[in-house]
């Protein structure tokens, strides 16, 4: 990464583009601007950019299609910003890679503040935890096995995790009990500057919850400890 961070932002509103790409550029960024999938895909191989800021909502190929790709093809930054209030939009962005999420409509600080604090956890090569090859870890019921990154229930029925929901189970499976802030699931399962990853920690422990829970709503193995974080309540035995 250079100097100057060089965003790339996509957009199709000129309205929001055009007025935002400014505001970058006077916070010290570079920005490059396309105004559909096409185009962006177009600059990303012309150019180095450290980080997409991407609407989901676009004519043609969407935001979500051209997340998926800048993800197969590396570890770009990627922050979406979507119209849209719906969990599953945000979840499915998120699941695909995509570090952070904001909805229009946004202020420019707080959106220039998030890309900054992604810029300086990419700089400093943030370090994701890796799972010992060969521990599995039995709980409620289920058993996560570290080597494999899989998942079993009780009848040996393998449970499709994405990466995100693996590594935060993970996090929680080898701290059983223990209270993990946002900030500390966040650094041990995003590899990026906390503040900027706070809603993606509750949206994965909610995809989480519908995967191991009994009933999702009332849960009793991830639990919730209000104004702490989050804590896995089941007693967990090393395989």
């Known amino acids: 990464m250079g100097d100057i961070a060089h965003i790339l932002l996509v957009d199709d509103e000129r309205s929001i583009r055009e007025p935002l790409a400014q505001y970058l550029a006077r916070q010290g960024l570079r920005v490059t601007q396309a105004a559909d999938a096409a185009s962006a895909r177009t600059r990303l191989a012309a150019y180095a950019i450290d980080l997409v800021i991407l609407?989901?909502?676009?004519?043609?190929?969407?935001?979500?299609?051209?997340?998926?790709?800048?993800?197969?093809?590396?570890?770009?930054?990627?922050?979406?910003?979507?119209?849209?209030?719906?969990?599953?939009?945000?979840?499915?962005?998120?699941?695909?890679?995509?570090?952070?999420?904001?909805?229009?409509?946004?202020?420019?600080?707080?959106?220039?503040?998030?890309?900054?604090?992604?810029?300086?956890?990419a700089a400093a090569g943030g370090v994701r935890q890796h799972a010992p090859e060969s521990h599995s870890y039995g709980f409620a019921g289920w058993v996560l096995k570290s080597g494999e990154r899989a998942l079993v229930d009780r009848e040996g029925v393998s449970v499709p995790l994405s990466t995100g929901e693996y590594n935060l189970l993970l996090a929680l499976v080898v701290r059983p009990r223990q209270v993990l802030t946002r900030d500390q699931l966040l650094d041990l399962t995003q590899g990026r500057e906390a503040a900027a990853f706070d809603r993606a920690i509750d949206n994965q422990v909610s995809r989480l919850r519908r995967k191991i829970e009994a009933d999702p709503k009332a849960p009793e193995i991830i639990k919730t400890v209000w104004g702490g974080g989050y804590t896995l309540a089941a007693e967990v035995t090393r395989l």
């Open 55 to 121: 609407d989901i909502m676009m004519p043609g190929e969407d935001g979500l299609s051209l997340a998926r790709h800048i993800r197969a093809s590396g570890d770009m930054p990627v922050i979406l910003l979507t119209a849209r209030a719906e969990e599953t939009d945000r979840i499915l962005g998120l699941e695909m890679g995509a570090d952070d999420y904001v909805t229009k409509p946004f202020s420019p600080r707080e959106l220039a503040a998030r890309v900054k604090a992604i810029l300086r956890r």
